[in-house]
């Protein structure tokens, strides 16, 4: 599934599968991580990701990720990244969410 065909899935509820280190390993205990968007609560994120991806959900756990701040080249100016929304969900043991 891709990125764009995951956010129309879930009407731009869930925007990404984060792959990461951190993510393989959680895979192990059945819970994923996911970009999700601002604005979505638990029962959303829960409801689309068993609908995009057809596993039951145990429990969503949310996280606001703070922006990066960065420094504008040649200046002494700084600007905040927009931040972003992270979602862990656990599914049950047994399903797994493919990220292919």
């Known amino acids: 599934m891709t990125i764009k065909e995951l956010k ?13 280190e951190k993510g393989a390993r959680l895979s192990t205990e059945n819970r994923y991580p996911l970009e999700v968007a601002r604005d979505a609560r638990k029962p ?3 409801a689309m990701v068993e609908k995009a991806f057809g596993v039951h959900v145990l ?3 949310t996280i606001n990720v703070k922006g990066a701040l960065k420094y504008v080249r040649g200046t002494r100016r700084q600007v905040r990244e927009a931040g972003w929304k992270k979602a862990i969900v656990t599914v ?7 990220l292919a």
């Open 8 to 20: 129309e899935k879930t009407e731009g509820v869930v925007r990404n599968v984060l792959v990461t």
């Open 92 to 98: 049950k043991a047994g399903e797994r969410i493919e």
């Open 44 to 46: 959303v994120i829960a």
């Open 59 to 61: 429990a969503v756990r």
